[in-house]
């Protein structure tokens, strides 16, 4: 589910809770709406509203966490191909198989993940896509140095390849939510409890009702934003792609 969705199913969750107590406020006995009653309901509501915010602090934890992660993986990622593509370079010309695929690999990791953004060509691709990643460190493996600095490059060609297939990797299992649903379902609950009380003991006129609607919009924008923040590859939020972008303009310079 899309998070605009989400969005809108807060939103309506919220303003139903309002409507629920608006409702209640009109059927409850005089004696239910008293100062004492509404103290009483205060009190309660402020337990429910400082957990909804530790829960909701929780949130913004986990999904900014988890945008982190992504960010620093792609920013990484570039550097580390920038370090295999100079190494290979140094190496020489019986590396330029391995350079070629490795470019084709990293245009293919920009096509994937940004696949609605300008992308530098797949020329020379492999059919395939775990063709293109693993390619290139079987045609390193299979170099033969005929200097002991062919060997080292070699060595560390090899040692930078395994850190990008790491990288890589980690990326692709990071990629899950890190919102627990049960956290969301019981956020929004406690949240339409709370704008319940709201209503219960607010005076039905367009100043208080105006206001009611501009908090369930505020409370509703910044579950949108968790979401979008926690999907750091998709929606409004993305993780920069220019990094990658910048690694592959300088591949085979």
């Not at 990791?109 to 290139?136: C, F, K, M, Q």
Request: aromatic share 6%; proline share 5%.
């Amino acid at each position: 589910m899309s998070s605009l969705a989400v969005f809108g199913i807060v939103f309506a969750c919220v303003i139903a809770g309002t409507v629920i107590g608006l409702l209640l406020r009109s059927r409850l006995p005089p004696d239910h709406l008293t100062s004492d009653s509404k103290d009483t309901v205060k009190l309660a509501m402020g337990v429910v509203a400082t957990m909804t915010a530790l829960v909701l602090g929780l949130l913004v934890a986990s999904a900014k966490s988890s945008f982190d992660n992504q960010r620093s993986g792609v920013a990484q990622l570039a550097a580390n191909v920038i370090v295999l593509d100079r190494t290979l370079e140094r190496y020489g010309p019986a590396a330029n198989d391995a350079r070629a695929a490795l470019r084709a690999a990293l245009a293919d990791v920009i096509r994937r993940t940004w696949p609605d953004e300008p992308h530098g060509g797949t020329s020379g691709a492999l059919p395939g896509a775990e063709a293109r990643y693993e390619n290139v460190y079987e045609l390193i493996l299979a170099l033969e140095p005929k200097t002991d600095a062919q060997r080292t490059l070699q060595a560390q060609a090899l040692k930078v390849a395994g850190d990008i297939s790491q990288t890589r990797w980690l990326m692709v299992a990071q990629r899950g939510s890190s919102v627990p649903t049960v956290f969301l379902i019981v956020l929004v609950l406690w949240l339409a409890l709370l704008f319940a009380s709201f209503g219960l003991f607010t005076p039905p006129n367009r100043t208080t009702l105006t206001s009611l609607v501009v908090c369930a919009l505020v409370v509703s924008s910044a579950i949108f934003l968790i979401l979008e923040l926690d999907r750091p590859f998709h929606g409004i939020i993305q993780v920069s792609g220019d990094p990658l972008r910048d690694a592959l303009a300088q591949l085979g310079q």
